[in-house]
């Protein structure tokens, strides 16, 4: 399989973050010890472009705290690629604005993870959320198109219809949505997390705010771990054009993606934990060559054959989507369990278990050790749905915690007189 078979990166330029959040995968703050230089960042630029990389996102730590972040910005558009950014947006002035645009930014994304006391609680600092408008704001004047980007936890999921209101007002024309995992300070903060059960209140919810979303021209951009062949697939992973191909097609790590970390690490995948999915380092060897050579990189090169589902096991095993799915997101299974091939966080899972009277529950078993894109290991649970679920366990989730503002009850309302009351409660 040829080096051509990748086409988008995400490449985190610093670890340094002037945020502290409390779900942050690859536990950002300080600078990585032996980061790029600016000469090094430089080439890495034009190895990229020579690979036949077509799209460049900047994430952190916070991208902006790198001292020559605008330079390499300028340096991917200048190869011919799109060069975008996600951020928390704490600290953009409208001065900066102008200096992305000038750079060739195209595209930001601003991070919203709840309304202002549940964003500023998980990203560990007060006022980051009215920064973050702020920042909005300033992109939107200088004309650089943003959208947002959105963890749904036992914390956030609650606010959902109220955020998607927020970020549509400030202008926002894409979504991405994604269900925090245990990686990095999310792995210490386990209660925050969706049990797996939970997901049959989640969609619901999720689809309906997306039926509004695209009505009122925000696209939804599904993650990579949400869905999953469940009676929503369409609609989610649709953006707005629900079509016959419109759902998951398996993990794509090391097919169209890359990872780059700031110490020079190459991943198929940016998500994905460090120490099992590094292929090499680009000061030790060419991007080329770990693209084309390296196992930890060709791990979904046997999709549509036998050996692209050698690694599932549990209930993903036997599932009738197994050869399609293979497992769903690589990154949530093995955060969850510290090996890919079996996914808790799937709809359709959820309701075949469901349809048996039976639920599941993730519970932690072995901490993860403090590093950078790290993970413990949880125990699965299978269990009757009536079973006693843990008392203490005050964040727990249902559909009777969802935060409906009066505009979604009057909504509501017009339904139930359409329908005649039929099907009110399918999103």
């Known amino acids: 399989m040829s080096y051509s078979r990748t086409s988008y990166a995400v490449w985190e330029i610093t670890l340094k973050c002037n945020l502290a959040c409390s779900h942050c995968g690859s536990r950002a703050g300080n600078a990585r010890t032996k980061e790029l230089s600016t000469e090094e960042a430089l080439d890495l630029v034009q190895q990229m472009a020579e690979v036949g990389i077509k799209e460049v996102t900047l994430i952190g730590g916070e ?5 020559d972040w605008l330079e390499i910005a300028e340096a991917i558009t200048q190869a011919g690629m799109l060069c975008g950014m996600t ?3 704490y600290g953009i ?4 604005a102008k200096k992305m645009k000038q750079a060739g930014i195209r595209t930001v994304s601003v991070s919203i993870d709840g309304l202002e006391s549940t964003h500023d609680r998980l990203r560990g600092r007060k006022g980051s959320w009215k920064y973050a408008f702020k920042t909005m704001s300033h992109l939107r004047e200088v004309e650089i198109t943003f959208g947002c980007n959105t963890q749904i936890n036992r914390l956030s999921a609650p606010e959902f219809p109220h955020i998607y209101g927020c970020i549509r007002d400030a202008g926002a024309r894409a979504w991405q ?3 925090t995992v ?3 300070n ?3 903060n386990a209660d925050i997390l969706l049990q797996p059960y939970e997901l049959l209140d989640i969609y619901p919810m999720l689809a309906r705010v997306a039926r509004r979303a695209y009505r009122e021209g925000v696209q939804i951009q599904a993650g990579n771990n949400i869905g999953y062949y469940g009676p929503y697939e369409r609609l989610l992973r649709g953006r707005g054009n629900e079509h016959e191909f419109s759902f998951w097609q398996g993990c794509a790590a090391g097919l169209s993606t890359l990872g780059i970390e700031a110490d020079g690490a190459i991943k198929g995948c940016p998500s994905l934990p460090t120490t099992a999915y590094t292929g090499g380092n680009i000061r030790d060897r060419s991007l080329r060559d770990i693209v084309e050579n390296t196992e930890q990189l060709r791990l979904n090169l046997g999709a549509g054959t036998p050996e692209g589902t050698k690694h599932l096991w549990g209930f993903c095993k036997t599932c009738e989507f197994a050869e399609l799915c293979r497992g769903g997101c690589s990154w949530t299974a093995h955060v969850f369990f510290d090996k890919r091939g079996n996914n808790p966080y799937c709809h359709h899972r959820a309701l075949v278990h469901a349809e048996r009277g039976l639920r599941e529950r993730v519970v932690p078993k072995v901490k993860a050790q403090g590093l950078p894109f790290d993970n413990g290991e949880f125990e699965l649970i299978v269990e009757p749905m009536d ?3 843990p008392e203490n366990d005050p964040l727990g ?5 969802i935060q409906w503002s009066e505009s979604w009850q009057e909504e509501l309302e017009v339904a139930y007189i359409k329908s005649g009351s039929v099907g009110i409660n399918k999103a």
């Open 182 to 184: 245990p990686m990095g």
């Open 63 to 67: 991208a902006f705290l790198r001292p």
């Open 177 to 179: 949505i994604q269900l």
């Open 387 to 389: 079973a006693p679920l």
């Open 93 to 96: 002035s409208l001065e900066t």
């Open 186 to 188: 999310a792995a210490d």
């Open 87 to 89: 951020t928390g947006g």
């Open 397 to 401: 989730f249902s559909a009777d915690n």
